[in-house]
């Protein structure tokens, strides 16, 4: 039986999330939009299903770290049967502002 787990999405992650999706609709295009929020939904599932299929990542054991693109990586922390959704981060930005 596969066990899923509850997925929870932090105000500074939906925050981030308005800012990616408005950005790529102001200078890219809705199809790319779509196309984010398309994969972005699709690796949700992943993880609600498997959440340890994606590396520990550089801030820690208990936080995850998932590339949506080349550009776009999504941290989670997984806490009994939840998994919360931390940030998602544009990864150009200077790493040295950039924390958890």
């Known amino acids: 039986m596969n066990k899923k787990y509850h997925v929870s999405i932090s105000h500074r992650a939906q925050d981030n999330l308005i800012n990616i999706l408005n950005y790529l609709e102001i200078n890219w ?5 779509k196309a984010f929020s398309k994969r972005l939904i699709k690796l949700i599932r992943f993880i609600s299903k498997d959440p ?9 054991q208990d936080v995850r770290k998932c590339m949506i693109t080349k550009h776009n990586a999504l941290y989670y922390r997984i806490k009994n049967n939840d998994i919360e959704i931390i940030t998602i981060h544009d990864v150009r930005q200077n790493p040295d502002n950039f924390q958890i």
Request: hydrophobic letters at 35%.
């Open 52 to 60: 340890y299929l994606f590396p520990i990542s550089e801030f820690g």
């Open 29 to 33: 295009s809705e199809r790319i939009k």
